[in-house]
């Protein structure tokens, strides 16, 4: 939730969306929903970033999820305990093995059979470094799948390194 969030400097509106994927201009209803309650909110932390996201997955699974941070508190942490979890999608196969994941494919052989991923030891080296940084937990014996309070954040590192 945003209350007790600072109004501080409200940045302006983007000019344009990004050209691949992006949503018409007057999506930005979110943004401007942010900076509205920015405003309402005496304080001077400088702001606040979020991440919100609803979609339904493949396999008709509904996710929605809403998650913000305070701008200045952000900005005077320290982020190198955050450099395992970049770490951990910086890899193309885990990139990969997660995008299948939420496409359906949960079960490690089924994950195994996919080209690509490598062999079935990389295939659990890589599903070992995704659970350490929290992005894939175990559902079950031989079985992997993102927490939902994971695939929205795990979306918007895709939307945000797109050029």
Same mark, same amino acid.
């Given at each position: ?44 932390? !400088?702001?606040?970033?979020? +991440?919100?996201?609803? #979609?339904?997955?493949?396999?008709? @699974?509904?996710?929605?999820? %809403?998650? =913000? ?48 991923? !490598?062999?079935?030891?990389? +295939?659990?080296?890589? #599903?070992?470094?995704?659970?350490? @940084?929290?992005?894939?937990? %175990?559902? =079950? ?23």
């Amino acid at each position: 939730m945003l209350e007790g969030w600072a109004a501080g400097e409200v940045l302006d509106r983007p000019r344009a969306a990004p050209e691949r994927g992006a949503l018409p201009e007057e999506a930005f209803w979110a943004l401007e929903g942010l900076q509205t309650r920015l405003a309402d909110v005496a304080s001077e932390s !400088g702001g606040a970033v979020m +991440l919100i996201g609803s #979609l339904t997955l493949p396999g008709g @699974a509904p996710v929605a999820w %809403q998650q =913000g941070a305070d701008a200045a508190g952000l900005l005077d942490a320290d982020w190198s305990d955050r450099a395992a979890v970049f770490g951990a999608l910086a890899h193309p196969v885990r990139i990969e093995l997660l995008r299948h994941m939420l496409n359906g494919v949960q079960a490690t052989a089924d994950l195994a059979a996919i080209d690509g991923l !490598g062999t079935t030891g990389q +295939l659990h080296h890589h #599903l070992r470094q995704l659970v350490a @940084a929290g992005w894939v937990r %175990q559902s =079950g014996r031989g079985s992997y799948e993102i927490p939902a309070a994971r695939i929205v954040p795990l979306l918007a590192c895709v939307v945000g390194v797109e050029r």
